[in-house]
């Protein structure tokens, strides 16, 4: 609940002298609908509005939902408007329950229920979607310091600087996948990312077989001309010979690694970083684990998207032979790199 003045209201005519058995009519604000007023503050017992005032012009207490705001207006009597009198005023003082505000175009409710206080922002169309909140420095400065003291703090959406996804901030947790080919979106998100993470793991394959990674671009097609990429390779065979080192200048795809294989007890796993450099062509390199047979196999590769295609918009993952069974992979967008 909440009164709508602390002292006690009179109604007063023109000439500022109290009117006898007065009123004061309440509506809520920008309407001409009568609020909803009562003469406690349990808010049970209704009260009349207009509120008639007593011989003196005195007005009783009048209580409503804390923060309603209502546009008041004095009459006669005999229930004549006096002019002048017009005022608008919120209904303030509660320290309990849900306190509600309607603003010029937008709302705000600050809510409690199971132990969680809710601060929500709304529309001004009052259908409970949509609406922005900010927090910040006053009359739309930055502050000198926002803390957010929590064990944990999450976050439904994404979290962004100056419109921009934070670097950190995984964009695609826990993606499964199964096939011949896995296709893996590299958001533009920020507008204008260059620079992407994806990891892979838990990945069984149907057998040995060799590693193979194209590209996309502008949300256009896998790139797979015989010229397309270049890349490098360098692995352990897995049985502790001498390393396995692969190059070649031009290829219709980038071997990331050979006779490599995802068991249930060594499964495929591997970190790649995407980058597109201002002259539109694209990096490609990581490291990754799998199966060698008798021992794990390490790989660590490079290659490049060539051609001058633009910013990568697609990797795809495949294999020479085979498919891949199971897995996950995520992607992190990286910022820093020149993003618009």
Known sequence: MATLEDGIIRVLDANGDPVSGGFLRIYDTGTTTLSDVFTAADLVTPLDNPVEADANGRL????????????????????????????????????????????????????????????????????????????????????DTISLDGAAVNVTGKLTENSKKLDGVVYTPA??????????????????????????????????????????????????????????????????????SHRDAADPYIVAGFATAGSATKPLSGTVRVLTHATANTTVRGLLYGDGGSYPQAVQFTGFGLNGYGVASTLQLLLNAGSFTSGYYRVRPLRGYGET
């Open 60 to 143: 009783p207490q009048i209580f409503a939902a804390d923060g309603l705001v209502v546009d008041c207006k004095m009459l006669t009597a005999a229930s004549v408007e006096i002019a002048g009198t017009e005022y608008t005023k919120a209904f303030a003082g509660d320290t309990s329950g849900t306190i509600t505000r309607d603003f010029t175009s937008a709302r705000l409710e600050i809510s409690g229920a199971a132990g969680i206080v809710s601060i929500e922002a709304g529309d001004p169309l009052g259908d409970d979607t949509g609406g922005k909140l900010r927090a910040g420095g006053w009359n739309g400065t930055q502050a």
């Open 175 to 244: 993606t499964a996948f199964s096939g011949a080919t896995v296709d893996i979106t590299l958001p533009n998100d920020p507008t204008g990312c260059l620079a992407w993470e994806v990891d892979f793991w838990d990945v069984i394959t149907s057998g040995s077989s060799q590693l193979q990674m194209r590209l996309a671009y502008g949300g256009g097609a896998i790139k797979s001309g015989a010229s397309d990429y270049a890349h490098t390779s360098m692995n352990d065979d897995g049985a502790g010979a001498s390393p396995v």
